[in-house]
Nanobody, 113 residues
């Protein structure tokens, strides 16, 4: 199994937007669920958002209304659109693929005040 690969992180000012991508292996016909998590310095990794096989989604309360998770089955890619970013969103963002049971290596998101 190939681990997921994240991209799209960077430095952005508060109030700005970023879109993260997670490329997952295999066919999306076997799509199970893919989730985004994040880990800030000195803190535990926390759940951010998940998209299920049927397309339903769930979010952490801290990001509801600001972040949107979606997928492109043709590209085997899951996205996390992040709007209204806050300095407290600064973290390394990880993608987890429940089909391959594997984590990506993470992408850094830094939000300046």
């Amino acid at each position: 199994q190939v681990q997921p690969m994240e991209s799209g992180g960077g430095l952005v000012q508060a109030g700005g937007s970023l879109r993260l991508s997670c490329a997952v292996s295999g066919s999306m016909s076997g799509f199970s669920a893919v989730s985004w998590h994040r880990q800030a310095p000195g803190k535990q990794r926390e759940f951010v958002a998940r998209i299920f096989s049927g397309g339903s989604t769930t979010y952490a309360d801290s990001v509801k209304g600001r972040f949107t998770i979606s997928r492109d089955s043709a590209k085997n890619t899951v996205y996390l659109q992040m709007n209204g970013l806050k300095p407290e969103d600064t973290a390394v963002y990880y993608c987890y693929d429940s089909l391959s049971v594997s984590w990506g290596q993470g992408t850094q998101v830094t939000v300046s005040s």
